[in-house]
């Protein structure tokens, strides 16, 4: 059974950065893809930013050049590192992984951004 945990959330300032952790309690070489989302009440979860197993990231338009994804493989973690807040960045956030067969998904950790 594979599991993610996040880690990272909170309460900051607009303008202020947050660093969220996803930690995968398998070897993430076996996943073709990983990624954030974000879920907002009454709003579908939209994807923030992933990373395919070849390294390639994307973003959703509203963060680029704000949030970076990263990983580092030695610790099975996934990285999301959030810069120049902004309110409407507020949400809760997942982590998710894909291999051939499922989807995962953490438990989410919620950010909080306030004006």
């Known amino acids: 059974q594979v599991q993610l945990v996040e880690s990272g959330g909170g309460l900051v300032q607009a303008g202020g950065s947050l660093k969220l952790s996803c930690a995968a309690s398998?070897?993430?070489?076996?996943?073709?893809?990983m990624g954030w989302y974000r879920q907002t009440p009454g709003k579908e979860r939209e994807l923030v930013a992933g990373?395919?197993?070849?390294?390639?990231?994307k973003y959703e338009s509203s963060v680029k050049g704000r949030f970076t994804i990263s990983r580092d493989r030695t610790k099975n973690t996934v990285y999301l590192q959030m810069n120049s807040l902004k309110p409407e960045d507020t949400a809760v956030y997942y982590c998710?992984?894909?291999?051939?067969?499922?989807?995962?998904w953490g438990q989410g950790t919620q950010v909080t951004v306030s004006s």
């Open positions: 398998t070897n993430i070489f076996r996943f073709n893809t």
């Open positions: 990373i395919s197993g070849g390294g390639i990231t």
């Open positions: 998710n992984a894909q291999d051939f067969l499922h989807a995962y």
